[in-house]
Structures are given as structure tokens and as C-alpha cells.
């Protein structure tokens, strides 16, 4: 059972989060901007998803080529989409049901939208790519704009207080950590200052 969430485990966070938001469609009316936000994040988050996995995909090899620089197994990569579904579900379902209340549960998944986008341009560099695209690129930098958007409408809008725009970044970072350090746990033999002294070399080596 275990084996096959791993190796089928983009299908299984679509499903769910699908089912996410037909839920949604179906059973509740008049959500607030902040719950439209989030429904839309999830719904990007599906097609990003994709677009680094399947179609065009590769971006899980460019990681392991360039960043991890060693062999990971078919099952290995992919199982790896389950811990990153725990994380976007986490980036999603709660500021949907408390981002109205606490704003910086807002901030965090637009912080993670701007991370996205900013990421997969620097990634070309990193990665020495000819051409100018990252493997979920597009979806990436639609991303971004959404979580630049949201913010201006946070401010423009007086939602939230300075500490909700202070911390919520932080604790983006926090979940991506937690996020991380399981990955890493994933891979095994790895820690954060091999990944650093990798990318390094490959900025080095340009």
C-alpha cells in the first residue's frame, strides 16, 4: 500500500485536492476573497504539479542532476510528491478556513507563490539550461502574480495588521523547513550544507 502511494502519488494528491474544491464549488456559497485565494492556489498548485512532473516534466531530475548530484530511485521521486502535497494542502486548506481571522495565514501561501516563481527563474541558472524554461516555469510565474496580487489587495484593503505581513513570510518558512528536512530525510546521507555547497559549485562553475 505504502509502495503505491509513492509511485502514484501526484494521482493521489490531485484526486484529493479535487475533490477539494468540488466540495467547495458544490456545498458552499459567497466565499471571501481570502477563501477564493486559497481555492485558486490549490487549483495552480494541481497544474504546477503537472507541469514539473508529467507535461513537459523533469524538473525532479534537474534537482537530482544539479542539487542532490546523486542516484535516487523511480519510487524515491516520486513518493517524494507525497510530503509536498502534506505541505501545499497545509498552504492551502488553512488559510481557507482562518485566513479571514488571522491575515498572516493569508501571507504565507502568497509569500509561497512568489517563492515559486522566483525559484524556477533562478533555477535556469542554476540548472545551466540553454533555453530560457524550467520545467513548471509557466505555472510558476502565474503563481507569483496571484501571490503579488494578493498582498496588494491585503494592503490596499487595510486586511491584517504589520506583524501579519512581518511573520507571515516566517512561517511560509517554517513549513517549507519541515517540508525540506523530510525530503532530505527521503533522499538519506544529505543535509543542507552538501545542497548549498552544490548549488555553489554549479554558480561557480558558470
Known amino acids: 500500500m505504502w509502495r503505491f502511494m509513492k509511485l502514484y502519488a501526484l ?13 467547495v464549488a458544490m456545498f458552499m456559497d459567497g466565499l471571501t476573497v481570502i477563501q477564493q485565494f486559497a481555492v485558486w492556489v490549490s487549483f495552480l498548485c494541481i497544474l504546477h504539479e503537472w507541469e514539473e512532473g508529467r507535461y513537459p516534466g523533469g524538473f525532479l531530475d534537474l534537482i537530482q542532476k544539479n542539487v542532490l548530484q546523486r542516484d535516487l530511485d523511480e519510487e524515491t521521486k516520486k513518493g517524494s510528491r507525497l510530503v509536498t502535497a502534506v505541505f501545499i494542502y497545509v ?7 482562518f485566513g479571514d481571522r488571522i491575515p498572516m495565514f493569508v501571507v504565507a501561501p502568497a509569500t509561497f507563490c512568489i517563492f515559486e516563481g522566483i525559484i524556477h527563474v533562478v533555477g535556469i541558472k ?69 545542497v548549498l555547497a552544490n548549488v555553489r559549485r554549479r554558480f561557480a562553475a558558470k
Open 11 to 23: 494521482e493521489i494528491y490531485t484526486v484529493i485536492a479535487m475533490l477539494l474544491i468540488t466540495l
Open 126 to 194: 542554476i540548472f545551466g539550461l540553454s533555453k530560457p524554461y524550467t520545467p513548471g516555469l509557466v505555472t510558476a510565474e502565474i503563481e507569483l502574480v496571484s501571490g503579488v496580487g494578493m498582498i496588494v489587495w491585503m494592503a490596499v484593503n487595510h486586511v491584517g495588521a504589520w506583524y501579519d505581513y512581518v511573520f507571515g513570510p516566517f512561517v511560509f518558512i517554517a513549513c517549507f523547513v519541515c517540508m525540506q528536512r523530510t525530503l532530505m530525510a527521503m533522499v538519506g546521507g544529505i543535509g543542507y550544507k552538501d
Open 91 to 97: 498552504m492551502t486548506i488553512v488559510p481557507f478556513f
